[in-house]
């Protein structure tokens, strides 16, 4: 057992390569997780954008059926005829405003921020949406028993 010990205590510690093959398996670790975390963020990214798109076509369907005044008429931008209207989130400055609460206005200068949008929608033609807008169009139905026609499209700020 003295042997043993005196081995041990003599010893010291870890060896220079032992060492080296520590650090070459964490940074194997580490570059092999990057993509999956990319990939994670990027995917959360398009879900609040889904999010956000589905929030606005909610809430012009809202307004549009609770409409008393004409498009040109409404705070909104969407009235009993239809209309066009952007969709903005929060009521501070910037993105990083109260985000428990989207709202319709006039005009892209009365949105909040300089867009909200984060991801890139995957598909066949990817659409970058960073820093764009939602832009919500309705179009009432002609047959009085049908669903107005609402469309999403995502714009810069500075569009009209």
């Known amino acids: 057992m003295e042997k043993f010990k005196a081995k041990l205590h003599k010893q010291g ?5 032992e060492m080296l ?3 070459a398996i964490i940074a194997i ?3 092999v997780s990057i993509p999956m975390v990319n990939s994670a963020l990027e995917t959360a990214r398009e879900a609040v954008d889904s999010a956000n798109e589905r ?3 909610s809430v012009a369907s809202i307004v549009y059926m609770t409409a008393s005044k004409k498009s040109g008429d409404s705070d909104t931008g969407i009235g009993t005829d239809g209309g066009k209207a952007y969709y903005s989130i929060g009521s501070g400055t910037g993105a990083s405003a109260d985000t428990t609460t989207g709202t319709l206005v006039k005009t892209p200068a009365n949105v909040n921020g300089d867009g909200y949008g984060q991801g890139t929608k995957a598909g066949e033609v990817k ?3 960073k820093g764009l807008i939602i832009e919500v169009t309705v179009t009432p139905p002609t047959d009085t028993k049908a669903e107005p ?3 999403i499209k995502w714009v810069s700020k500075t569009s009209s």
């Open 127 to 129: 659409e970058e949406r």
């Open 13 to 17: 510690g870890f060896t220079l390569v």
């Open 29 to 31: 670790l580490i570059a």
């Open 21 to 23: 093959i520590v650090v």
């Open 55 to 57: 929030n606005a076509r």
């Open 149 to 151: 026609e609402i469309t």
